[in-house]
């Protein structure tokens, strides 16, 4: 069974930093790309990062470009989200996401069930 | 960036009825589109791929059609279970991939 967990979420303060984890399982996880997808409370879906399985390829959406870095360790079957300068307006649930085939261009199949975000004084 | 449209941004449809929503990119996608629904207090499941290609265990009255800019998400006959928000997303602009705003579908 897939099983994706997220992890590191929390209240931040403006400025400051924090580094999200979603740990992996029940499938071949350097097989995939992978990506990170967040939803503010009572909003849509904004793609945040996507990371190819190699790590040769990433992309960042222009919200977070700069202040973001996705990552990922396939030894650990991990993915990860450094976020730094956290703004008010990154306050979300942030959504793991795992590619649905090995090619890059692939929806996203199975979700974790998100750790939230706060970034309030 | 490649910009999603929906519409309508709400549809309300009794039960057993039909739903049609629409789904539109600011440049073409070719068939890379996929809809997800989401449930409140839930994570996003994958309903179709590829622009009309069920995924694993989604029930036949969903279907997808289009390619291109325009898409559509049918319902044929709406269950209980169908009230929910869909949402389009592109995954041709790798690795820039984005969804629409989505449409909510409640019970007339």
């Known amino acids: 069974e897939v099983q994706l967990v997220e992890s590191g979420g929390g209240l931040v303060q403006p400025g400051r930093s924090l580094r999200l984890s979603c740990a992996a399982s029940g499938f071949t996880f350097d097989d995939y790309a992978m990506h990170w997808v967040r939803q503010a409370p009572g909003k849509g879906l904004e793609w945040v990062s996507g990371i190819s399985w190699n790590s040769g390829s990433i992309g960042y959406a222009d919200s977070v470009k700069g202040r973001f870095t996705i990552s990922r360790d396939n030894a650990k079957n991990s993915l990860y989200l450094q976020m730094n300068s956290l703004r008010a307006e990154d306050t979300a649930l942030y959504y793991c996401?795992?590619?649905?085939?090995?090619?890059?261009?692939?929806?996203?199949?199975?979700w974790g069930q998100g750790t939230l975000v706060t970034v309030s004084s | 960036e490649i910009v999603m449209t929906q519409s309508p941004a709400t549809l309300s449809v009794s039960p057993g009825e039909r739903a049609t929503l629409s789904c539109r990119a600011s440049q073409s996608v070719s068939s890379n589109l996929a809809w997800y629904q989401q449930k409140p207090g839930q994570a996003p499941r994958l309903l179709i791929y590829g622009a009309s290609t069920r995924a694993t265990g989604i029930p036949a009255r969903f279907s997808g059609s289009g390619s291109g800019t325009e898409f559509t998400l049918t319902i044929s006959s709406l269950q209980s279970e169908d009230f929910a928000v869909y949402y389009c997303q592109q995954y041709n602009n790798w690795p820039r991939f984005t969804f629409g705003p989505g449409t909510k579908v409640d019970i007339k």
């Open positions: 996401a795992k590619g649905h085939s090995g090619s890059y261009y692939s929806s996203f199949d199975y």
